[in-house]
């Protein structure tokens, strides 16, 4: 009776530490899971979404447009080329600084999204320039004092018509001087679209002005916001 009643203590023993182990590998695996699962919505809910699609707003060139040499005048008074364009996103608008109304308010809503862009996740800069299609009334000093009046960090650039405009047109964009400039209070056509060029100095597309009955021909600066990080993250 000792014997059997010793191997039933053994094999209940041996069922103990049986169940034991086996809790312990279930209550390991379910850590495991749980810490899987963990992983899983920290994934989804805390790291950065990725950046997918096509943009919604933007009209991309059939090809990427290499900007031929140009040289033009900063607001700073400092040589700007093609080389200058390189190394960062310009977002390009053409006007000029006595432009009663597309102008500065253009100029006012990309200052507006100016802090959200810099904000992006992107290894190059993004950088605002206003290209002045009125060298007769804009000079250097005046272009300084227009767009640090919008924002210190703005590049304003201006030249010679000869200069101005194939560059203009390298661009997809245009301008005329329809009237004599005889006239103090001319006023100069010219597109209203907000052009991009890429870090490598070209011309990849352009955001085209809204047109709505009553309302000003200008480019969307939330439409500018929603498609920069798509634009950016497929370079």
Not at 112 to 126: D, G, H, R
């Amino acid at each position: 009776n000792y014997s059997s009643h010793g191997i039933v203590c053994r094999i209940t023993l041996r069922s103990l530490h049986t169940t034991e182990f086996m809790n312990q590998r279930i209550t390991v695996g379910l850590v495991a899971f749980l810490a899987l699962c963990a992983g899983i919505v920290g994934a989804l809910y805390i790291a950065p979404p990725s950046v997918e699609g096509e943009p919604d707003y933007f009209q991309t060139y059939p090809e990427p447009r290499a900007i031929s040499p140009f040289s033009l005048v900063s607001h700073k008074g400092e040589r700007f080329d093609t080389s200058s364009l390189k190394g960062q996103w310009s977002l390009v608008f053409v006007g000029y600084t006595f432009c009663p109304d597309i102008c500065p308010t253009t100029m006012a809503e990309l200052n507006n999204i100016y802090p959200e862009l810099q904000a992006l996740n992107s290894v190059e800069p993004i950088r605002i320039v206003f290209v002045s299609v009125d060298p007769k009334r804009d000079s250097v000093e005046r272009l300084a004092e227009y767009v640090s009046y919008f924002n210190e960090e703005f590049i304003a650039l201006t030249g010679e018509h000869k200069t101005l405009f194939p560059f203009v047109r390298n661009l997809g964009m245009m301008y005329a001087i329809a009237e004599s400039t005889d006239n103090p209070n001319y006023l100069v056509d010219h597109s209203a679209s907000v052009v991009l060029i890429d870090p490598e100095a070209r011309v990849i597309g352009r955001f085209k002005p809204k047109r709505e009955p009553g309302k000003l021909s200008i480019s969307d600066s939330q439409q500018i916001l929603a498609d920069m990080p798509v634009i950016i993250s497929k370079q």
